[in-house]
């Protein structure tokens, strides 16, 4: 099992993404990475975030805690950051912004785009969030 930290950084009702393109396919995903070794949690985050969105972020707390398994033997324990922007002011480019209520919202990786908009409309919880397996392999 891999450890894995993403970011949740909200911008005028829009969350920021990151894009990878992998075998030709195109994935937005919650921005963030592997932790590698020796390398904590937030200071993984804050690198992996500005690699991805050129951002420099303060990670505010721990919002969700959950595994991604199953697809194509992938086993990760991911940790997920309410963060925001140091600098409130920057520029954020429009192609990382995305709607949650869009449908490329729908594909963000890890799938948890519900959870992140019902809890700020909701009132985030006191403690992180366990969500369990969010991406379970398919039963046929």
């Known amino acids: 099992m891999r450890v894995n930290v993403r970011a949740v950084i909200l911008r005028h009702g829009k969350v920021v993404v990151s894009r990878e393109r992998r075998q030709g396919v195109e994935h937005v995903l919650l921005p ?4 590698r070794d020796g390398e904590s949690t937030h200071e993984a985050l ?8 050129g951002l420099t972020i303060v990670a505010e707390r721990l919002l969700y805690i959950a595994e991604v398994s199953g697809m194509y033997g992938v086993h990760n324990l ?11 002011e920057r520029l954020i480019d429009y192609d990382v912004l995305v709607t949650l209520d869009s449908p490329v919202a729908q594909s963000i990786m890890p799938p948890i785009t ?10 985030w919880a006191h403690h992180p969030r366990w969500l369990g397996n969010v991406r379970q392999p398919a039963r046929g």
């Open 78 to 88: 991911v940790l997920v950051w309410g963060a925001r922007p140091q600098d409130p």
């Open 32 to 35: 963030g990475g592997r932790v």
């Open 46 to 53: 804050i690198r992996e975030v500005a690699e991805e969105t």
């Open 114 to 123: 519900e959870q992140i908009d019902a809890d700020p409309r909701n009132g």
